[in-house]
């Protein structure tokens, strides 16, 4: 929640949210309406190198819904990426001769 905080106070939104006892909560984003702009891009762009391309990075977290969330974005911007939950998965990665370069845990 605190990140998404951050975020949507960053980006000038309202986050709010709402609780009921034994039911469950409800999380609300409130921002301004958009307008349709049409794109004046060409319908192929070309590959661009990303910065971080082929860095390779292990991420762990005993939440496997981050560590989805952590691959998902990281491996966009064209890092090998693999994850563990514990230090024995974390020790599984590094089979095969594979060293990250980076560790976020």
């Known amino acids: 929640m605190a990140i998404a905080r951050g975020i949507s106070h960053v980006l000038g939104h309202t986050i709010s949210l709402r609780s009921w006892l034994d039911k469950g909560s409800v999380f609300s ?44 974005l990281i491996s966009r911007w064209g890092c090998e990426v693999k994850t563990a939950t514990d230090l024995f998965g974390s020790l599984h990665c590094l089979e095969g001769d594979w060293i990250p370069d980076v560790i976020f845990f």
């Open 29 to 72: 984003v409130t921002l301004e309406r958009g307008v349709l702009v049409e794109s004046k891009m060409p319908t192929v762009t070309p590959k661009l190198e990303l910065p971080l391309s082929g860095v390779r990075v292990l991420c762990v977290d005993n939440e496997p819904d981050i560590l989805v969330g952590m691959e998902s």
